[in-house]
């Protein structure tokens, strides 16, 4: 019987987690939701004679109260007091609770180091590209203390199918509605196996005010790399959801890390490395990846994106989202493969939901994650002089729909209704947006204000006052 209760154990969905309905008291009477409780979660027997008659020895069900309470790190009482009440009607996962960092029997896990994903389907609480992002960074939680690496697939059969559903939903662990089962997750192996289903009946969000969709992927994601449950509180493979964290401050604990090295080692000791010249005379050091607080960071082009915003440095970008307070950073080329890096100028013109990407004398035009077919273009289409070879800077003037171009201390008007240059240009930008100089890195408008970046400083200008008003760090937009 054994080997048939391990694989009933693969078998189920690891996280359906569910909270008790209505009060749970220490009446016999009322022992139903919590006798099932224990049964589900720890392996208790079911007896009624044990479970109704009252004895003066300690009874089974207080042995198991007793055992749940230690592991769940409550005051071990054998006695259903407040504090277990509380913590047994909240969300978990659906799989019995196992002491330490643990994983599955027989310890799946995948037998190679990067492994594929795709989204199947998107909830509608949220944009597409905020379910993208969260399901990426609870993978990287994983991916920056192993060899893992993961990718996203658009069709076919990935390694982690990802999916959103209601009810029964064709896996026999059918959903049961808002506020109980929120997910579930399978080990490490073929077929389903791997796979990650979230009940679509919750309100999922990114942060505390509902169903955070990251905190709960993150936990699940664990489970799909081959981890059971945590009993220490802060850790992340903890069987009950703590939703006041904030996805922001998520962090791994030691207990995560040695279960998941446990499976698959740690991380390479450096991710250095050192490309070779031809003549092998000499190396040169793989491009240091920016980062966000660094107090010399300037950036090589901001825009908005459908109410979002995006900061490009080299040949990566941070995703500013009024969904989460975290910026999120990418790979351009995660994103748009065709696009280039080290890119010279962005900006959104909303009247057309699209975003021109600029690079030397061309340039692109992105709606969403696609490219449109016919770009990359010529700047001269847009009637730029021969003499402009590239551009600075872009913004575009919600208000007046029209974008201003910035250029070797010069700027030009381009409106976005006609789709022509306006007459009277290039002007001087020392002469219409006095304090600020000739040379711009990037523009951005906001509040009112227009944002002129110049290395690592921003300055805030009022279009109205005709001044600046504020002098601030280029990366304060990222939460520095």
């Not at 693969?10 to 009322?30: E, F, M, Y």
């Not at 449950?229 to 939703?243: G, I």
């Not at 922001?248 to 050192?274: F, H």
């Amino acid at each position: 019987m054994e080997p048939l209760l391990i694989l009933m154990l693969l078998c189920l969905p690891v996280c359906s987690a569910r909270p008790l309905k209505g009060a749970i008291r220490q009446d016999h009477t009322d022992m139903d939701p919590a006798q099932q409780y224990l049964e589900k979660y720890y392996n208790f027997k079911k007896n009624v004679k044990q479970v109704f008659r009252r004895k003066q020895d300690i009874s089974p069900v207080v042995k198991k109260i007793q055992e749940m309470q230690k592991f769940l790190g409550l005051k071990v009482t054998g006695k259903l007091d407040s504090d277990t009440m509380d913590v047994m009607s909240r969300p978990r996962c659906g799989v019995p609770d196992v002491g330490g960092f643990s994983t599955f029997p027989g310890s799946p896990k995948w037998r190679k180091n990067h492994i594929t994903y795709r989204i199947v389907n998107y909830t509608p609480d949220l944009p597409r590209e905020s379910v993208d992002s969260a399901i990426e960074k609870a993978l990287k939680v994983w991916e920056g203390v192993t060899p893992l690496t993961f990718s996203r697939i658009s069709e076919g059969e990935a390694d982690i199918m990802i999916s959103f559903a209601v009810g029964e939903h064709g896996d026999f662990y059918p959903f049961d509605g808002p506020g109980q089962s929120l997910a579930h997750a399978y080990p490490p192996g073929p077929g389903f196996y791997g796979d990650v289903h979230f009940d679509d009946d919750e309100k999922w969000t990114l942060g505390p005010s509902g169903t955070d969709l990251f905190l709960v992927a993150a936990h699940e994601l664990g489970h799909s790399l081959g981890l059971f449950h945590s009993d220490k509180k802060e850790s992340l493979m903890y069987p009950v959801y703590n939703f006041s964290a904030s996805a922001a401050r998520v962090q791994l604990s030691q207990d995560d890390i040695e279960g998941i090295q446990s499976l698959y080692g740690p991380r390479p000791s450096s991710d250095v490395t050192v490309y070779v010249t031809q003549s092998m005379s000499s190396v040169s050091p793989r491009p240091v990846t920016p980062a966000k607080c660094d107090p010399a960071l300037s950036f090589d082009a901001v825009s908005s994106l459908r109410g979002e915003l995006l900061f490009f440095k080299d040949r990566y970008f941070w995703r500013k989202s009024r969904w989460s307070p975290e910026p999120g950073f990418h790979l351009i080329s995660d994103f748009w493969p065709s696009l280039p890096s080290n890119i010279d100028a962005a900006y959104e013109a909303r009247n057309k939901d699209r975003v021109l990407i600029f690079k030397g004398s061309q340039f692109w035009a992105v709606r969403g994650n696609d490219v449109q077919e016919g770009y990359p273009k010529g700047i001269h289409t847009l009637g730029f002089p021969s003499t402009v070879k590239k551009i600075d800077a872009a913004v575009f003037d919600k208000e007046k729909k029209k974008t201003y171009f910035f250029t070797e201390g010069k700027y030009w008007r381009f409106d976005e209704t006609r789709n022509l240059m306006e007459k009277g240009f290039p002007r001087l930008i020392t002469d219409d947006f006095p304090g600020i100089e000739p040379q711009v890195d990037a523009v951005l408008q906001a509040f009112g204000f227009f944002y002129f970046f110049r290395g690592s400083s921003q300055f805030e200008f009022d279009p109205n006052a005709r001044m600046v008003t504020h002098i601030l760090n280029s990366n304060s937009w990222l939460l520095c």
